[in-house]
């Protein structure tokens, strides 16, 4: 069983940045990928939020096997120290990835990877467990079911689909749901000052979050408030000081990230943006706008507005995972050697050391 197993690919699940570096990194080994991508192209979800500046240089973006595959093929490598939009990521550096041969003959778009598991048996079977091949579960846009052998899974899914909710205690607030579904709380990121630009000028707009998209939602927002007559921006977070909001400044290892809060701070001691702090999200009401209530410690407060972007981070998908015996660190549901590392009331992203495959792992071996 071992033998048969090895000589099936390595199933990807999703065709981002990580996805694809990790195809090129196990084709450099001389080891098989499949790549399930369940938008119609690579880089579906960054393509939602294209408008977007990283805060992070190229350098820190390209994969080294990823560079090594792209060379013989012509492809110009931008400028190291340049910030690219999410759009220039997918376009300079996705879309030609995808196209190297052993990178595309491994891809398989609009494919929706519904559940994994082991072929022949449930989580509840330990029995040769190791030696079993994966199963992946596959829904193609025609709604067509296929289930493939696979050696081994490297999920690089990501957590975009699945925002966490704007109400207390990690639970959607009443009238949240009637909210969304009357259009009045947005989409994260949207993009404020291009093609959604007619959505908010001239409205009361509301942002509820604390870190890296709200900031970037709020700076847009700023511009919009000083061009835009009548746009008024209300900003609501949970914490009680401002100050650690803003990110370290000139002291951030990457300057850029640190350029945001800087101009955020500035945006709110100007008086373009309203700062509620302290303020937990309790209920929504829906009328001719949006009515947010929330409590404070001067009481309860509700503000009239008319539309809500939400910045209150993401979470991932596990459903598809039922199946496989995980070990996930209980406060960020990431894998349980990496949650200490990246739990975020502890650290940011330029304090995670770096780690491999043994600090992603689970139980079940291979996945």
Known sequence: MTERRNDLPVAIIGAGPVGLATAANLIERGITPIIFEKGADVGSAIRQWGHIRLFSPWRHNIDPASRRL???????????????????????????????????????????????SRVGMDKSHSRDRNERPFLVRVETADGTVRDHQVRAVVDTSGTW???????????????????????LITEPLPDITGADRALFAGKHIMVIGAGHSAANTLLALGQLVKNEPGTRVSWAVRGADASRLYGGGDLDGLPARGQLGTRLRGLVEDGHIELHTSFTTTSFSVSDGLAVTGTTPDGDVTLDVDLLI????????????????????????????????????FHSCGTVPAHGASVLAHPDRDF
């Open 161 to 183: 689909a699945h925002p966490n909710p704007l109400g207390q205690a990690g639970l959607p607030a009443p009238g949240e749901a009637e909210a969304m579904m009357a259009g």
């Open 310 to 345: 939400p910045a209150t981070g993401f979470r991932p998908d596990l459903e598809i995972l039922r199946e496989i015996r995980l070990e996930l660190d209980p406060i960020v549901e990431a894998p349980r050697d990496l949650g200490p590392l990246i739990d975020p009331e």
């Open 70 to 116: 792209l060379e013989p093929t012509g492809w110009s490598e931008p400028r190291l120290t340049s910030l690219p939009y999410g759009a220039e990521l997918v376009e300079k550096y996705l879309k030609p990835l995808a196209a190297v041969p052993a990178i595309n003959a491994a891809l398989r778009t609009s494919a929706k990877v519904t559940a994994v």
